[in-house]
């Protein structure tokens, strides 16, 4: 797997990178979270902009981003506006998601962007052209929240995510069964050894899915998500022990 930096942040090495979401509503909400990422052993730090009021309002887009930077200092940002269709809090039009996005990318204060694999090309392909252009990295996402779709078509998802020019390929399921989660491991372990140099971010939601969230060092997914104030996605763990379990795997597989 190759090395990507987002900022001094290697990821796909080592053990798998922790990411702590910033859930919140109102401009205080926000920037009260996002003082608590200090005593949290977050790696990078991602702003679900689909919580925040304001979001459809670019100026206040901007000054929020601002003024979490000031705020978390270097620790690397990732914006995310997860649409209502995978999840999300907020239906958004496909081109109020391209100029969301676009603005997040010329503010210079973020640092990725989530671009979702099933938003239309036509507003998913210049948004990765912007963020390049502007030096940002692109995580590609997917989530299923109903179901967990078979290992070939988990592993045709990435492989479309690695086409479309994304720098980090991410998907997320619901397991109904322990022979999903196995499927969503199988499926990461081969993206990994056969299909991509690129890193692979994997995720088997809900209490059933939990072990994929803690093994991803040993499978090959290279970042997993840990609660702080508050889950983001079902299944997340308290950030603090989760990297407590990372540490301990990584101690024993070195």
């Known amino acids: 797997m190759n090395t990507v930096y987002i900022r001094e942040l290697a990821i796909g090495e080592g053990r798998p990178k922790i990411c702590v979401p910033i859930c919140g509503k109102t401009g205080q909400d926000i920037l009260d979270q996002a003082e608590r990422i200090h005593s949290l ?21 901007r000054a929020m981003l601002e003024a979490l930077r000031s705020v978390i200092g270097e620790k690397p940002l990732l914006f995310t506006f997860r649409t209502a269709q995978e999840g999300g809090e907020k239906a958004i039009r496909p081109e109020q998601y391209r100029e969301l996005l676009e603005s997040v990318c010329e503010s210079g204060w973020a640092d990725a962007v989530d671009v979702e694999l099933f938003m239309d090309e036509k507003v998913r392909g210049p948004i990765i052209e912007k963020a390049h252009a502007c030096g940002i ?58 299909y991509t140099e690129k890193p692979v971010v994997t995720m088997s939601m809900g209490p059933l899915g939990l072990i994929s969230r803690l093994s991803g060092e040993f499978f090959g997914s290279a970042m997993t998500f840990g609660a702080g104030d508050k889950a983001s996605a079902p299944g997340q763990i308290p950030a603090e022990g989760l990297k407590m379990i990372l540490d301990e795997i990584h101690e024993h597989m070195v």
Request: aromatic share 8%; no cysteine.
């Open 41 to 61: 052993p977050a790696e990078i730090v991602e702003w679900r902009g689909d919580w925040y009021d304001e979001i459809f309002d670019m100026s206040y887009v």
């Open 137 to 194: 990295k692109v995580i590609a996402s997917n989530h299923d929240f109903i179901k967990t779709p078979d290992k070939d078509e988990i592993t045709r998802r990435l492989i479309l995510m690695d086409e479309m020019g994304a720098d980090i390929l991410k998907i997320a399921v619901m397991p109904k069964s322990r022979t999903d989660v196995l499927d969503l491991l199988s499926a990461t372990e081969e993206m990994q050894r056969l």
